[in-house]
């Protein structure tokens, strides 16, 4: 049996994660309502639920003996999961905040000035962006770059919350009637189509688990999803990440890829 970090329970997960998974090497068990998956996941790895069982409360006591029996690291949620069983893993994921495995180096994906700063030295430079102290600062900011915007505030926690799109007078002063005074980052909103991109990393080693583009419009092209592949594993080298999910929103503007965000994969 693989270290704590390469021990994976994925929930729903679809194939071709379970691809990614195995070709990486972790340790897996899988949760599904199917009884056969592809390649080559042990019988006694794979745990069938019902159609119910988000709902129902097994899911969550599954999930939970699962890790505890087993000494799980990291539980990942499948792209096509419905929301039900979604927020059954992000509970689960909370409860056992600080015993599940992380890569130290996911924060710094996780945090918008951070990740900005990283990006600096990337072939794909960021938007133009500012920090801003204060919304009055942030109002100050959206002044010098210009509309539209995204504005990522922190609360007082720490945490960030998720980016607000400013992209007229109406929108701003909307945001700022509820905006706080703690740290904010303002960035240009790029044009172009937006992809999520989720990765399953160990050893450094990076798999690409799926590439999907928001919204409708003509199909994607090859050379779009490897613009925008190679972008999300320079950005993983970069932060020196070692292994995880992860999930990295890209916008593909005409200059080239950007990245605007990363979130915990299958989340």
Known sequence: MGSF?????????????VRSALAAGFDLWVVDQREALPDAVPPDGLFVTGPDSASDGT????????????????????????????????????????????????????????????????SWPPPRAEEAAGAGAARASVERIGLPV???????DGSWGSPVAVRDERDMTRWARSAGDGAHLV?????GPRYRVETLSLGGMHHVV??????????????EVSLVRSCVRELLDLAGISGGALRTDTVLTPDGPRVAGCTDGGS
Do not use: F, M, N
């Open 5 to 17: 970090a390469e021990r994976l329970l994925l929930v729903v997960p679809g194939d071709e994660l």
């Open 150 to 156: 995204s504005i990522k505030s922190a609360s007082g």
């Open 59 to 122: 899911l969550h006591a599954l999930l939970t003996r699962l890790i505890r029996r087993y000494g799980i690291g990291q539980l990942v949620c499948g792209p096509a999961a419905g929301e039900e069983t979604r927020a059954v893993v992000r509970r689960v994921r909370r409860e056992r905040d600080g015993t599940l495995w992380r890569d130290p180096a996911a924060g710094l994906l996780k945090d918008p000035v951070a990740l900005r700063r990283l990006l600096l030295g990337a």
């Open 187 to 191: 960035e240009e909103l790029v044009p």
């Open 210 to 223: 799926s590439v999907v583009r928001d919204g409708t419009g003509p199909p994607v092209a090859p050379d």
